[in-house]
């Protein structure tokens, strides 16, 4: 059985920084792109940031880009999204996902097959 569970969410002033972790269990992690993926109250949802499987290329949203980093670990079965300067809207609930293909460019969430159950992120000072 494939399980997801996102943690280190919280409060954070503007400018600050929170590393969100996805655990993985009932799957080999190399052989699984991982999405990082975001809801803000009465927004759709939105992808954030990929690394594909294997090859381990990783994609980002305009909107990230140059402030959030996602790595993995496979021994850990781990992966990471390091959110650095944080702004009031990148406020939302962070989902990740997972899915066994190579994507080429950041994935719609219609394409991941397996979800966590997300984690808070409040930028507010």
């Known amino acids: 059985q494939v399980q997801l569970v996102e943690s280190g969410g919280g409060l954070v002033q503007p400018g600050g920084s929170l590393r969100l972790s996805c655990a993985a269990s009932?799957?080999?992690?190399?052989?699984?792109?991982i999405v990082w993926f975001r809801r803000a109250p009465g927004k759709e949802r939105e992808g954030v940031s990929c690394?594909?499987?294997?090859?381990?290329?990783?994609y980002y949203s305009d909107s990230v880009k140059g402030r959030f980093t996602i790595s993995r670990d496979n021994a850990k079965n781990l992966v990471y999204l390091q959110m650095n300067s944080l702004k009031p809207e990148d406020t939302a609930v962070y989902y990740c996902?997972?899915?066994?293909?190579?994507?080429?460019?950041?994935?719609?969430?219609?394409?991941?097959?397996?979800w966590g159950q997300g984690t808070q992120v409040t930028v507010s000072s």
């Open positions: 996902a997972a899915e066994r293909f190579r994507p080429r460019r950041l994935p719609a969430s219609w394409e991941m097959s397996y």
């Open positions: 009932g799957i080999t992690l190399d052989d699984y792109a």
């Open positions: 690394i594909s499987n294997r090859d381990g290329n990783t």
